[in-house]
């Protein structure tokens, strides 16, 4: 396959974290056989909690997905020659959390076989068509646009012109994946805890400032373990985008919150009692979304102030206080807070169980173990190139067909 023989070779530290991620995937494997033997019984869900973790792990990577256009647009339509050799690792990012939200609907699904009714008997007017639709060719258009462009790089040539109009096309495809996404939930009228006009611009707020925060984190790393750079104004530029995205983010959770609570609508503000104060002595919820309160208001305070946010220290802690407080705003307290109350007031407790926790965490190492063949093979390429400060621009206007 395309220069995958390049993560065949590595050291052995690098041999030791995938067998690590190997035996987490196993493990993974052996809960959802489990899981798949006796049912999703296994998992915590119930009648009036039918989505869990695995959907709120959806939800989440979705936006992870979305990100990559926060790197694709200033560089391929603005030539932002800052984010040459951040972008293909924001692209690898995205191809790889495609595919961890489709292993999370798989293994929500139950039986595996239901994911060919959405193919042979395709329902237009169901947002759960247009959202395999729309996943499907948002993983398309990177794994085209990441091979057509590597290959260049790694031939030192220009790509093809033909590149251009689908890379044109992805960036509002990359919307669309969590614009859909948000209709799910804000299209389910009894559910008044989702049924809000705002909840596709924060769902990509959210996505604007977990995603390049996680990029971040990478670039850091990879500088740190490999020599790698991506290159101090790169850093920054994203840094930055995390600071807006971040305060529009709580700007609309603030708009949200006291819309809820200035007009006492009752159903409304039980969804917000139970997440953050309790609701008929059901409380397990609730540290937790004041933790994801500290990390939000944490992480404004190292990135809005200029200094802080550049200094090597805590930036990794302002990006990682931003990926986990959305995380735990998006990725549990969103999807679990929409179901409880339930439409007839009723409250039930739900709590992952072990099933759940080992594949979704499997699906974290398949994730993982995707991220580091896909930058390894990335960074063999500009080893391979002997590439410095000097990067073929990805699609300049006017260049001649290989």
Request: glycine residues 6%.
């Amino acid at each position: 396959m395309f220069m995958f023989e390049k993560a065949l070779r590595g050291s052995r530290q690098y041999w030791i974290w995938l067998f690590c991620l190997l035996c987490v995937m196993v493990v993974g494997l052996a809960f959802y056989l489990y899981q798949l033997h006796i049912g999703l019984g296994v998992t915590g869900m119930s009648r009036n909690v039918s989505w869990g973790l695995y959907i709120a792990q959806f939800t989440f990577f979705v936006g992870v997905a979305a990100s990559a256009v926060m790197v694709v647009l200033p560089y391929y339509l603005h030539d932002y020659k800052a984010f040459g050799r951040v972008t293909i690792l924001g692209e690898f990012l995205a191809i790889t959390a495609v595919l961890m939200c489709c292993l999370l609907i798989f293994v929500d699904l139950g039986q595996p076989a239901r994911v060919f009714n959405i193919i042979l008997y395709p329902t237009p007017w169901s947002l759960m068509f247009w959202d395999m639709i729309s996943l499907s060719g948002y993983l398309f258009l990177n794994v085209i646009i990441t091979v057509v462009t590597l290959t260049a790089e790694r031939e030192e040539v220009a790509p093809p012109r033909w590149i251009r109009p689908v890379i044109v096309l992805s960036i509002p495809w990359a919307v669309s994946i969590h614009t859909v996404t948000a209709f799910l939930y804000s299209g389910l009228p009894g559910r008044s805890f989702w049924l809000t006009a705002i909840m596709a611009p924060r769902f990509l707020a959210g996505a604007f400032c977990s995603g390049p925060a996680l990029l971040i984190l990478f670039c850091l790393i990879l500088r740190r373990t490999t020599g790698f750079d991506v290159g101090h104004k790169a850093i920054n530029a994203l840094s930055v985008i995390v600071t807006y995205a971040m305060v529009i983010n709580v700007f609309f959770i603030l708009v949200e919150a006291f819309t809820v609570l200035y007009s006492r609508i009752p159903a409304d503000v039980a969804h917000l009692q139970y997440l953050y104060l309790g609701l008929d002595g059901n409380y397990h919820l609730v540290p937790w979304m004041w933790l994801s309160v500290l990390l939000a208001a944490v992480a404004l305070a190292l990135l809005l102030v200029p200094s802080w946010r550049r200094n090597p220290v805590m930036l990794p802690i302002a990006c990682l206080a931003v990926f986990f407080s959305l995380w735990l705003d998006k990725g549990l307290g969103l999807i679990v807070g929409g179901f409880v109350p339930s439409p007839l007031d009723t409250v039930t407790t739900y709590t992952p169980t072990l099933p759940e926790w080992s594949i979704v965490l499997g699906i974290y190492a398949i994730g993982a173990l995707m991220i580091t063949v896909f930058y390894k093979i990335a960074l063999a390429v500009h080893e391979e190139i002997g590439e410095a400060d000097v990067h073929v621009p990805a699609v300049p206007v006017g260049t001649a067909d290989r």
